[in-house]
């Protein structure tokens, strides 16, 4: 519980100011855990009703939820008016804070007034010099204040203390004088007795008092006390009736009682009288504790239970109440059983709102008000069967007062549920609004359909949101709402009502749209049906009344159209379902007629208690009985003329043969639809009890299962036969020719029997054995050979070509491919002697030979197929205007000999081709031939078939073309022969005799050395055919399927010019060499150096040339700059 909390502010100012504290210690009380978990306790549970705060030895404050003992400071008593949680709204006038005196303070004041100062005062020898009259008089006061310690004692326990008098200790009483030791008592006999009467007077006004109190006294002013108090009350009340009792019969009281009665004095008849009260108070006292013994056992009890028992209990209740009301004469009192009952009453509220759990009650509007709204309505059941016990508990002393037994209630009930009859009135309150949230929380699945329905369900979840914000606002309020005296919740449910009103309105508005849109009563019903949570609050049923008429208005309208519809329709053939017969079908249309006559009914049964008042109802009852009569009627003539119809049926196909032939050897059922129909009348029938069938119909009729079954064996029957013979090929038909003659002959039986004849179903069935087994023989056979085709088309998938990367695979044909067809080769092997077995056919017979040459044509036509799409993939390939990419690479490489392709295109590549022609042929080689009567295998075969030659003879061609375009190719590069067919040596050998080649028409040319430009030349000679080198493609495509890889050709050429150019370049290096040296060995000659090249110049060339000095020359150069 925080410091701030508003609640704290009474006690805080009260406490503060009694113990005179400092605000800064209160704030540390209120700071320490245990302070504040004591503090929650009290605030914020109906678990307790008082809280002490004290002060402790060390100035520091405690509190504590029970009297403190051993404490001798002041104490603050802070005490609950009622039962109730406390809020912020309700505390200022639910405390009632006090101080009081701890208890062991009282008994130490006591004690010393006792043992201590009453001693000394009245010790002669202690006030001997004091003046006359001080220690009389102080002893009084002590008196006085320790007969006021005594009561606050007695009072603090629950208990009535009654002061003694002030009799000196030595007063004697002896026979009926009253005197003392001393001549001075004597004198001051009236003044004993003074103070005597004035003790009776006291102790006739404290009896008095508390006689006076009656437990009915704080209903009306106080909080709402419970049971528990009443049985408190009397208990307490016994029990000081007795100390009481024990206080006047003690010593002290009867010496009073005695010097009031030797001293005749006017209060002893007062004594009397109080002796006479407290034992009639203690009689009546005991008599009331026993009798509500028994019912403070039940509601004990009752207070145990879980409060789903409670309603059972409450006859219980009532009859202990009736009980007490009858035993104890003292206690038949209205007041008192008025008082009791509100106190019960009270018990039930409190166990009610606990039960609820305050707060959570407008929560669950929230989570869920289904729970909640169950709770509440228990709770009005346990507390309304309380009233009907209590009616039938008066009810019953009302019979006995007939009789004279006992006394009536003749008080006002409502005295008695005033309180619980609030509360009853609060929890109606919140049951309605619970409802009407159970009922606006279903908004959110209405989904309303039509051309508006999407924009209506629009508006209904708008609605719907607009209610839970309104929810959301009265479940946050920090109120509990089941506390009657609080009216925060009534002006909240105002407000609440009002919201509710509104969305009331507005989903009028979209019911009213949404009935104008329906087109029938089926859909207006559906629409009723989803709003019917809603359609009893009065303000939304008034407003849709009249749509609801109108639906039923429409009900009307629907069961006149279904009566027309009747009668129109009756006699016309093509109203009915063609899928059926006739009769069966007029039958169930009746019935659909019927049920949409029931339809439109029950979409006015829908509203029919939403329109008690309406005067339609009986008319479309009576609309519906009639269409019901008519709708019967029609069906009786239907089943009449049905019966006579289906026996004519029956009578015809009783005498029909079973089967019959038809056209190309084809068997057939006879008479199959007329028994088709036949059955089908009787299944229709069968489920018709009321037709009345004749004798021929019935006889059908009891036996229409095995007719059924043996129809159906025979049509199962003829399908096989006739899929056997309709499919039969023609190499296969002497294969079975045989066996279709041996069966035709044992069918001709059932060409003479009738459906009439004894044992029919069990010759069906042996005949359909024998065609079944024979269907199935013949359909294995078949389905071998579709796997046999199904293998040979599967080679249409087979690659004996195929790519790697971006040429053809060198191998040819992979011998994956092959493998596949050496294992298709032995599975068709397999399947054509396991037809053999099947057809039963011998190996050597005229008909199987011609059987297996027809497999062999398949397979051979197959193994065609795949030669040629390989031939065909092979020609495409070489064919410059079909191939689709690069089908081989050669490399174009410069040997010593001279430029040559590897492979060589005009020998290698040929072979190579050729090698794979030959591996396509190998692929018809890798299975054995299926016939016995041809020679040679699938190869040889296939090597004279004409298509193949010429896609051969194609290849040919085109490789012949390539090989001389790839010659072309190669003799436009011999261009550049000079340059590896030269020897290097030679021509610088030349070069330096003659400053450039010498042409072999000129043998005398004259001698010439050459100069650093020729040099120059040369270099930059080799430079340009560098470039033109490097320029040349990495790759050329011939015919666009040949790739030439010139990059070979190129580096080595290029590697051929560099070794040129190094050899120029190398000779003009040590041209600067033997000028540097020169210089070196001669540095101050004037003369002309012997240099081949100027030194400058042939630094320069070789820097252009790319060629970087050496490093020694460098230094050289950097020290010849310098001189």
Known sequence: MDAKDQRLDPVRCFTVNSLRLDPERWREF????????????????????????????????????????????????????????????????????????????????????????????????????????????????????????????????????????????????HGNDVHGDTEEWKLSDRKLLHNCDSTIIEWAGLVSDFLQQDSCQSVPDGPKPLPSEEFSFWTSRLRNLVHIQEQLSSSRGQQVALLLQRADSVYWSTLRDVHRDIHTGVKEAEDVTLILRPLQEKLEQVEQMEYQQLGANMAAVMEAVRLVWTGSEFYRRPCRMVVLLQKICNLLVHLSRKFLRGQEVMRGLMSGPGPVLDDVRLVIWTLQSFKEAYIQCRTLLENQNQEGDTHTWDFPSHLVFFHLDNFLTRLHSIQEVLCVSLQLHQLDQVVLSGVDGRMWTDVVQGVYEDFLCHVTALSDCDYDPTDPDDQSFELHLDQFVVQVTDLESRLVSVLSRAFEDCCDSSSAAQLVKMFRFLLDRPLIQNQVRPHLIRLVETVLVELDQTERLLSSQKDRAGTFSRFSPTAAARLCWTQHLQHRAEDAVNSYRTVKDLLVDSGESVQ????????????????????????????????????????????????????????????????????????????????????????????????????????????????????????????????????????TCEGVQHLVEQHRHRVLIFHSTVSEARANMDAMTHIIQGWAELQLLQHSGESLLEGGATEQSYRRIREDGQELLRLTQVNCGLYGAEDSSDTWIRYLDHIDDLVQDGLLQLLLRSLHFLSDNTNPQRCSGVLFVVRLQLQETGSVFEPSVGGGLFDLVKSIITDIYTAANQLARISVSRHGNYQETLQQC??????????????????????????????????????????????????????????????????????????????????????????????????????????????????????????????????????????????????????????????????????????????????
């Open 30 to 173: 209120v700071s320490e855990e245990e302070s504040r978990v004591t503090l929650s306790s009290f605030f914020n549970t109906q678990d307790y009703s008082h809280l002490f705060i004290h002060q402790g030895p060390e100035d520091g404050l405690s509190a504590s939820l029970h009297f403190p003992k051993q404490v001798h400071t002041k104490i603050i008593r802070v005490s609950k008016t009622g039962r109730d949680v406390l809020t912020k709204e309700n505390t200022r006038t639910s405390l009632m804070i006090q101080e009081e005196q701890g208890g062991d303070a009282v008994s130490s004041i006591i004690t010393v007034c006792q043992e201590l100062t009453c001693p000394l005062l009245s010790n002669p020898e202690t006030n001997s010099s004091w003046a006359v009259g001080v220690a009389e008089e102080a002893l009084r006061s002590m008196e006085t204040q320790k007969n006021e310690a005594l009561v606050m004692k007695a009072h603090t326990g629950g208990r009535t203390f009654l002061p003694q008098p002030d009799i000196p200790h030595d007063v004697h009483l």
């Open 620 to 755: 479309v009852q009576q609309r519906f009985l009639q269409i019901v009569d008519l709708l019967q009627d029609f069906r009786d003539q239907v089943r009449s003329d049905w019966s006579r119809q289906l026996d004519s049926v029956c009578e015809f196909i009783l005498d029909q043969p079973l089967i019959q032939h038809e056209q190309q050897g084809m068997l057939g059922v006879h008479c199959r639809h007329q028994v088709e129909t036949a059955l089908r009348e009787l299944r229709y029938v069968s489920r018709e009890t009321d037709v009345e069938l004749h004798p021929l119909t019935a006889r059908l009729l009891t036996c229409r299962d095995d007719i059924t079954q043996s129809y159906l064996s025979l049509s199962h029957m003829v399908s096989c036969y006739n899929q056997v013979v309709s499919d039969v090929l023609q190499v296969e038909r002497p294969l079975i020719q045989d066996q279709l003659q041996d069966l035709n002959r044992t069918l001709s039986e059932l060409q003479t029997e009738t459906w």
């Open 946 to 1123: 004409q298509d193949l030659r010429a896609l051969e003879q194609e290849v040919m061609r085109h490789m012949q073309q390539v090989r001389d375009e790839a010659e072309s190719l190669r003799e436009g590069l011999d261009r550049y022969a000079h340059l590896w067919e030269s020897d290097r040596q030679g021509v610088m050998h030349e070069f330096l005799k003659y400053g450039r080649q010498v042409r072999p028409e000129e043998p005398d040319a004259e001698e010439t050395p050459p100069t650093l430009k020729d040099v120059q030349r040369e270099i930059e000679s080799l430079h340009r055919l560098s470039e033109q080198v490097t320029h040349l493609d990495d790759v050329i495509v011939l015919h666009g399927w040949l790739q030439v890889d010139l990059r070979p050709f190129r580096d080595s050429l290029l590697s051929i010019i560099y070794d040129w150019r190094h050899m120029y370049t190398e000779y003009l290096l040590d041209s600067v060499s033997d000028s540097l040296q020169q210089v070196r060995w001669r540095p101050d000659d004037d003369e002309e150096l012997s240099s081949r090249f100027p030194l400058t110049e042939s630094v320069i060339l070789l820097e252009a040339a790319g060629v970087q000095l050496p490093e020694h020359l460098s230094a050289h150069l950097q020290v010849v700059t310098s001189l």
